[in-house]
Structure formats: C-alpha cells, structure tokens
C-alpha cells in the first residue's frame, strides 16, 4: 500500500493518458479519423462509474478548453454616452435644423420682375428663345418644407398671397393670423413665440428632432442678437448699443434676415446652416 501512494494517482493517470493520446504520434503516421470529442465521451463514461467529480471537471476543461471567469477576465464595455451640457448657439446644427423645421415652407413666392401678371401665369416656362419669363418663376412648390421665407407676408398683383411660418412670431391670436409688418415683440417673446412655432419634417437637413424638443432659449437669444447687428448694418433705427434691441418689427426681422443670409426671396437649408454657422 505504501508503493501505492507513492504512485501518481489514477486521475492524474487518467488525465495523462487522454493528454498522451491526443498529442503522441501514431506508429503509423498520424490517422484522419482521430475523434477527441469521442474519446471524451468514452473516458467521462469511466469516470462517472467511478464516481469522481474533480476528474469530470479535470477532463472537461482538458478537452473543451473551458475558459476560466474572473473579474480580470471580463471584457471592459465602454462607459455609455453622456449628455454633455453645452452653452447652445446657431453653430449648432441640431439648433438649426430646430429652427429651419419652424421656420421653413414648402411654398415660396417671389417678387420678381412681371411677378403675377397673365403674361408670368400663361408662360410654359419651357425655354422659349421669343419669352421673357421662360427661366423666370414667381412661385416655388415643394412636397415638404423647402425654403425659409425672408418675408413676413407677401401679396403678387394677381391675389396669390403667402404668409411665412415665422410670421407667427409677431401675432397673438386675437388678430386671425393677419401679420401687421409693423408689430413688435420683445426679446423675451420673441424666444417665447419662436419656441411655440410648430416643427415640420422638412427637405434638407440630414438629421432629424423630436417635433416636441423646443429650439435652445440662448441659440434663440444668439439669434436675436446677429438680427440686431444686421439691422444695425442697415442703419435701422431702434439700436441700443452693437446688436442689443428692445424691439424688433416683422418687417425689420425680414430685413435681418435678407441681410444675414444674403438671399431675396428665400432660402433652403445648406446656405441657412451655412451663412448661421458662421
């Protein structure tokens, strides 16, 4: 007995010979039909009639390679995105493309020269050598909100009329919609008003907002302040001091507009996030 247990014992015997046999190479050359999964399962027989635990788990780790678990082991997930609070402005696209869905129609009239006479409404538009009016339109349609009119309200000669979304801005409710060019609104309302308007999906920009998520009150203010040093530019009365305003009209804003973004009629989304960007 005393031979005995000086002897490896039979799991490390066991464990040896399913290791020799595996990697020995055969007298005979190295045999394509070699089953370790099989030998396995021959060899857990044997163990389960024995009755040894440790030896199962001995044999599984050696055949199947079961990976140890620890805390140092464990794959290490990136810590997740953070909302990061941020000092909001127009160099913001997601702010902008807030604005441009309240600001921005899928109509768009222009005050161009024979704008809503016969000879504009019969043209074909098609190119003719002989009209005046053939690459020129006086109205532009589109199946989503394209353009931000630079106008509060405007009429052509023929009865066709088009008020801007943005002209909401500038009423209250208790004067059916009518847009007075010359009614103002403080700063305070005009952020207020603004954050009011509707949001539509729009063509253009490439990143869509909850219509319920409200343009940043300091991109608004950021806003309120190049309308004001573009008025100032102008040599529009009402200054008070580089930028500041107590008041800004519809008709004024309408000229701030023209003035920053450098269009006539309208403008569509690359240059309204290219000119406020800057």
């Not at 005393?2 to 990697?23: C, F, M, N």
């Not at 208790?174 to 308007?197: I, K």
Request: negative net charge.
């Amino acid at each position: 007995m005393e031979g005995w247990s000086d002897s490896p014992s039979i799991e490390s015997r066991v464990v040896s010979a399913a290791t020799s046999s595996e990697t020995a190479p055969s007298a005979v050359g190295p045999s394509p039909h070699r089953n370790p999964q099989g030998m396995f399962h021959r060899l857990l027989a044997v163990l389960l009639v024995c009755g040894s635990s440790s030896w199962v788990a001995a044999l599984r780790a050696r055949f199947h390679r079961v990976p140890l678990t620890s805390a140092s082991s464990r794959a290490v997930l990136p810590p997740s995105r953070r909302s990061v609070a941020c000092f909001a402005t127009l160099s913001d696209a997601r702010e902008l493309t807030k604005l441009f869905g309240r600001m921005s129609d899928k109509m768009l009239l222009l005050d161009v020269p024979g704008a809503g006479t016969p000879e504009m409404m019969n043209c074909c538009h098609g190119g003719c050598d002989n009209c005046d009016f053939s690459h020129v339109f006086d109205n532009l349609t589109a199946g989503r909100p394209k353009w931000v009119p630079l106008y509060a309200y405007r009429k052509l000669i023929d009865g066709r009329d088009h008020t801007s979304p943005w002209a909401g801005i500038f009423t209250d409710g208790t004067d059916g919609g009518v847009v007075d060019g010359g009614h103002s609104v403080d700063e305070a309302t005009f952020v207020a008003r603004v954050q009011a308007l509707p949001y539509r999906m729009t063509m253009g920009p490439g990143e869509s907002v909850p219509a319920d998520e409200v343009p940043d009150e300091e991109a608004l203010r950021d806003l309120w302040r190049r309308m004001g040093t573009a008025l100032d530019a102008l040599g529009e009365a009402g200054g008070d001091g580089p930028g500041g305003r107590s008041t800004i009209t519809a008709d004024q804003m309408a000229k701030a507009l023209t003035q920053l973004l450098g269009e006539s009629h309208g403008v569509m989304w690359m240059d309204f996030k290219r000119k406020l960007m800057t």
